[in-house]
């Protein structure tokens, strides 16, 4: 197990981290546990959906060559 500290937290980011873990009968520590975990869980069905999506994919678009920016005559 890892530990991790966070520092120059913002009061009122902590003071909201602590009302929810008390609503979630959680400490502090265990409830950015929990946020943490399922933030980096919810990342996990990208690799597969893009896998799943490559089918439907076609060619690449085209990106046309930039032109020369117009000139503008400011008064």
């Known amino acids: ?4 500290t966070i520092r120059q937290l913002e009061d009122e980011t902590f003071e909201g981290l602590q009302a929810q873990a008390e609503a979630n009968g959680r400490s ?3 409830e950015v546990r ?3 975990t399922a933030a980096v869980h919810s990342r996990k069905w990208w690799p597969e959906w893009v896998k ?3 089918p439907f994919r076609g060619e690449p678009l085209a990106i046309p060559p930039r032109s020369k920016p117009r000139e503008v005559e400011l008064p």
């Open 1 to 4: 197990m890892q530990t991790l």
């Open 52 to 54: 799943a999506t490559e």
């Open 28 to 30: 502090v520590e265990d």
């Open 34 to 36: 929990s946020i943490l």
